[in-house]
């Protein structure tokens, strides 16, 4: 899980050359092995960012012509990611985003990079829903 992190960051480094067909075939198959790879590990281990760049890359692959948005494997990964939202009465991690989860069991911290990426992806896919503009990959972090 943690390498599919990194390799995210792979990913969302190929845009700006996705008009390159060797760039968008490795952000395709990039992407599929991320989903494939995630839906198998996240019985034991998930991390939300992961959930979070993948579906950030969903949108900006869609939008850079490299593949149209599956919005069954968005909507399930949109829903996943909103697990892992912190309810809390404490301020300081209510609404936060918890780092990941094993098995069952949250890991007991919220992470305010996860946060970052669960917010834009989130934001992303509301906006999608609502006809919203498309974002910039320069709004990557």
């Avoid at 019985?43 to 900006?60: G, I, K, N």
């Amino acid at each position: 899980m943690d390498r599919l992190h990194a390799f995210c960051y792979f990913l969302e480094g190929m845009l700006p050359r996705a008009e390159d067909t060797r760039c968008a075939g490795a952000i395709r198959e990039g992407m599929a092995s991320v989903g494939q790879l995630l839906r198998e590990i996240a019985p034991e281990f998930e991390r939300s960012d992961v959930y979070a760049q993948l579906l950030r890359m969903r949108f900006y692959a869609d939008w850079a012509g490299v593949m149209p948005l599956d919005c069954e494997r968005a909507r399930h990964e949109a829903a996943a990611l909103a697990t892992f939202q912190a309810e809390d009465d404490d301020p300081l991690t209510n609404g936060g985003f918890y780092f990941g989860r094993k098995g069952t069991d949250r890991l007991p911290y919220v992470n305010p990079v996860s946060a970052a990426f669960a917010c834009q992806a989130l934001e992303m896919w509301r906006e999608r829903g609502s006809g919203g503009a498309q974002a910039h990959r320069h709004l990557l972090i």
